[in-house]
């Protein structure tokens, strides 16, 4: 159970998740005290050591100080993990489970600025992982299908407020605001229309966990307080949707455009 000596991880310092877990690392005395440093702080260790800048922004980067050795993504965490609890060398040489774990590790790591944006999006210096279609699409998605599951459960609470609804429709609702939004952002700046998309359905999907949250006191829930709820919670998301329109450089009509196709959806529903 030795601290893995003379190795640094490179992380990407706007990145919470990764901030949180390499800060374990050391913490926990599984990396030196001085075993992290952040990317945009890291020029002359990877200058020296040779580390691919681009794969280093896609993957969380261990360098070997004293061989000058790198290892990218899961390799990283497991060298890592498997120096502390040496029966993971087991688990990790199953090629089953180092496929999976790879491909879910590149799922957050290629959407994580559109899961948490950093506060400047256009300096050069970011940590910013390359752009995967792919992984984009998937992102997209999987949170269009989560948010609708979550919705059609929560609209039952809603009822006879608004008419009873079913999965299917929720997920037009949400595919058709996807549609709406794609052709505001493609006459406003085609270039961003993945990185908006991204970050919309980031919105979507929180709000969706909240209004899971509450429907975990389901029992105590009538129609009017559900309709309290379910309007703080749009409330909450248009506030955050103003922000990251911010982040983007992107004008106010793609909150405009937002708000409008809800306010047509109300309309139809009632």
């Known amino acids: 159970m030795e601290t893995l000596k003379d190795h640094v991880i490179l992380y990407d310092n706007e990145c919470p998740m990764c901030d949180l877990y390499t800060n374990a690392f050391v913490k926990t005395h599984m990396l030196d005290k001085d075993g992290r440093v952040a990317f945009t702080d890291a020029n002359e260790i990877i200058s020296f050591n040779g580390v691919d800048r681009s794969k280093a922004c896609d993957e969380i980067t261990l360098v070997n100080v004293k061989t000058g050795g790198v290892l990218y993504g899961v390799d990283s965490l497991m060298k890592i993990l498997e120096n502390r609890f040496p029966f993971f060398k087991h688990l990790f040489k199953l090629r089953l489970f180092r496929a999976i ?46 948010t ?12 006879p407020l608004i008419p009873p609804t079913n999965f299917y429709r929720e997920f037009a609702i949400c595919g058709g605001q996807i549609v709406f939004q794609a052709m505001v952002i493609a006459i406003v700046d085609r270039k961003k229309t993945w990185e908006y998309l991204g970050n919309m359905m980031t919105i979507s999907f929180a709000g969706a966990l909240l209004l899971l949250i509450a429907l975990a006191f389901e029992t105590f829930l009538v129609p009017i307080a559900s309709a309290g709820i379910f309007a703080a919670v749009v409330s909450l998301m248009f506030v955050e949707h103003i922000r990251r329109v911010k982040l983007l450089k992107l004008p106010r009509v793609m909150t405009a455009g937002w708000v409008t196709y809800r306010i047509l959806i109300l309309m139809f529903l009632l």
Not at 121 to 135: E, G, Q, S, W
Not at 148 to 159: D, M, N
């Open 101 to 146: 774990v790879r491909k879910f590790y590149a799922f957050i790591s290629f959407n994580r600025k559109v899961i948490i944006p950093g506060k400047d999006i256009t300096n050069i210096n970011a940590c910013r992982p390359n752009f995967n279609l792919r992984y984009r699409v998937l992102y997209i998605v999987l949170t269009w299908l989560l």
């Open 148 to 159: 609708s599951f979550v919705l059609a459960k929560f609209a039952a609470a809603l009822v």
